[in-house]
């Protein structure tokens, strides 16, 4: 069995090739549909030109959408670094405080331990004369998923 099978996401995107013998696999798998299918068979199957996934897989969101912001994810961004004194964080600061109009968002949320939390309080970080070890930034998705910060 040579050839290639286009293979479709669940919304009709296509997303890469495989070989025809993958594309079977997937059918009896049952994650897959055929399709477009030429009109020969392969055995007992219809020989697909095209298969199309049940579920639709998220391959390129990951990368291209911004993560949402979560503490969790400040601190995983942050590498559990206090951006202050670059001790061990266990909460987030909020760079701009809520009390002064402060978001949650990646930009205005940084990793803090909580004694320089306390210490810096509602104010800002010029306003405490607390200045940031290091800047508050949109992650990416590596930022969030390395590795060293599953230890
Ligand atoms: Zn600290």
């Known amino acids: 069995m040579t ?4 293979v479709l996401n669940a919304d009709l995107q296509i997303l890469h ?3 025809l013998e993958h594309s079977i696999r997937m059918i009896v798998r049952g ?3 055929v399709h477009e299918a030429a009109n020969e068979f392969i055995g007992t199957f219809i020989k697909p030109i095209s298969v199309r996934l049940l579920k639709y ?3 390129t969101w990951r990368y291209k959408r911004q993560p949402k912001w979560s503490k969790s994810g400040v601190l995983r961004r942050d590498s559990y670094k206090c951006a202050f004194c670059n001790g061990k964080a266990t909460t987030i600061d909020h760079i701009i405080p809520r ?3 402060g978001k949650n968002s990646w930009k205005n949320t940084i990793a803090a331990c ?5 210490r810096k309080a509602d104010r800002t970080p010029s306003q405490a004369h607390m200045p940031l070890l290091f800047a508050a930034k949109v992650p990416d998705w590596t930022d969030l998923y390395k590795k060293d910060n599953f230890v």
């Open 114 to 118: 909580l004694p320089c939390n306390n």
């Open 17 to 19: 090739k495989v070989s």
């Open 31 to 33: 994650v897959a549909e």
């Open 99 to 101: 009390s002064q109009g």
């Open 57 to 59: 897989v998220v391959t």
């Open 3 to 6: 050839g290639s099978v286009v």
